[in-house]
Structure formats: structure tokens, C-alpha cells
């Protein structure tokens, strides 16, 4: 497994950006998924944006197509996700996830490691 570290969340007003940042270590993962889910309050943890590490593979929720944008940089193994256009609704507890393998599913049980999460809060 990977350990995971997230940052980059803050209070931000309705249109601004965010950038967070997932910070990975422990062994080589080439060949793993890379995810970024968010938990609202009084919600279930929902997907967000998905890429095949080191890179191809991004895949989106439709609430967040279009705005969102997931990356990577292998030499420093961190995963982004940049967030433009914020909307209140954005307003979640924001989790860096891995999986082993290619994962084309957004359900959360296929990633086995998972960040503490950064929160992201969205004022109107």
C-alpha cells in the first residue's frame, strides 16, 4: 500500500479556485488508479475524478466536468486536482484515494488506500 496526504482545501467564495495537492508515498505505483472523492455534510463519500497512473485514463462525475481537472507528476509523486469555478455545493471533505490496478468503476471499495481528507469549504 501507499500512504496518502492531502492539502490545498480552504474557504474560498462561490467562482474562485483551489488546487489540492496529494502527497504519495511508500512504493512505486505505476499501474495504479489514482482517485479524488469527496464526503458533504450528511452525505455519502462520492466520487470526483479518476486518472490511470502516470497518466490517461481521467474520468469525471458529471457535477464536476468541465471545472475540474485531475493531474499528476510522477518525479514527485503527487496527485492534483485543480478546482475552478467552485460552487457551494462543492463544500465537502475532499479524499485522495489509490487502487492496485486500472479501475474503471467510481465505486470507492475498488481503492485501497485512502488520505485523511482536506476540507473544502465554498462560501456564496
Known amino acids: 500500500q501507499v500512504q496518502l496526504i492531502e492539502s490545498g482545501g480552504g474557504l474560498v467564495q462561490a467562482g474562485c479556485s483551489l488546487n489540492l495537492t496529494c502527497a504519495v508515498s511508500?512504493?512505486?505505483?505505476?499501474?495504479?488508479?489514482m482517485g479524488w472523492f469527496r464526503r458533504a455534510p450528511g452525505k455519502h463519500r462520492e466520487f470526483v475524478a479518476r486518472?490511470?497512473?502516470?497518466?490517461?485514463?481521467?474520468y469525471y462525475a458529471d457535477s464536476v466536468k468541465g471545472r475540474f481537472t485531475i493531474s499528476g507528476d510522477n518525479a514527485k509523486k503527487t496527485v492534483y486536482l485543480q478546482m475552478n469555478g467552485l460552487k457551494p455545493e462543492d463544500t465537502a471533505v475532499y479524499y485522495c484515494?489509490?487502487?492496485?490496478?486500472?479501475?474503471?468503476?467510481?465505486?470507492?471499495?475498488?481503492?485501497?488506500?485512502w488520505g485523511r481528507g482536506t476540507q473544502v469549504t465554498v462560501s456564496s
Open positions: 484515494a489509490a487502487a492496485v490496478r486500472p479501475v474503471v468503476s467510481t465505486n470507492e471499495y475498488n481503492y485501497d488506500s
Open positions: 511508500g512504493r512505486t505505483f505505476s499501474g495504479y488508479t
Open positions: 486518472m490511470w497512473w502516470p497518466s490517461g485514463g481521467r
